[in-house]
């Protein structure tokens, strides 16, 4: 238990470190409180970020103008952090998701791993996970011969990857954004992450 404590504080401390180094932790940014009409306009985008702002002003009986303040303020204070298109994997092919919880051999080595997965089309998301294991990813894949591929041949030849287990999802049951509902004296407060945007 010692060890395993131990291994986490180590490793809590390199990606803090890191992150500072490579500027991931650009400032933190002071609490900001998000009101009834901020909670609204959340409402709004996270059913349709695409609905215009106009439409959000006359359901919020605020002008256009103000609701684009507030959604830049939002962005500013890393409360929105972006909007993007999503494509049903299956309709590329992609009909197999696995999840894949990863052990280190080396806290320290936490960054080489995680550049490493960058460079893995098929893993979508990284978590850093608490438990048995140290990191939890998603991985898309054509078929099961295609997930053992990336298992074998690219995953488990990193260096300092450890041990691996897999979890092969049957169904994803519910799929959907973070629910807003309308608390009172709702604040926020996050350090603003900028990241350089990766080639494609």
């Known amino acids: 238990m010692k060890l395993k404590t131990s291994f986490l504080l180590t490793l809590y401390i390199f990606i803090y470190k890191f992150a500072v180094k490579t500027n991931k932790i650009h400032t933190v940014m002071p609490t900001y409180q998000i009101d009834q009409i901020d909670q ?24 256009g103008a103000a609701i684009h303040q507030r959604v830049k303020r939002l962005e500013a204070n890393g409360v929105i952090t972006g909007s ?10 992609l009909n197999v998701c696995a999840f894949v919880s990863v052990s280190l051999s080396e806290a320290n080595k936490y960054p ?4 490493a997965f960058k460079k893995i089309s098929e893993i979508v998301e ?26 074998l041949n690219t995953i488990q030849r990193i260096p300092y990857v450890q041990q691996t287990e897999t979890q092969i999802s049957l169904d994803q049951a519910i799929e959907r954004q973070v629910w807003v509902k309308e608390y009172q004296n709702t ?14």
């Open 40 to 63: 609204k306009i959340l409402s709004f985008l996270v059913k349709n970020a695409r609905m215009p702002f106009l439409e959000i002003a006359r359901e919020c009986n605020v002008s």
């Open 84 to 93: 993007r298109l999503l494509v049903k994997p299956q309709a590329l092919g």
């Open 112 to 115: 080489e791993v995680i550049e």
């Open 126 to 151: 990284c978590h850093f996970v608490t438990g048995k294991h140290n990191l939890l990813i998603k991985i898309f894949c054509f078929d099961h011969d295609h997930l053992m591929e990336i298992l």
């Open 187 to 200: 604040s926020f407060s996050a350090s603003v992450k900028k990241r350089k945007k990766e080639k494609e």
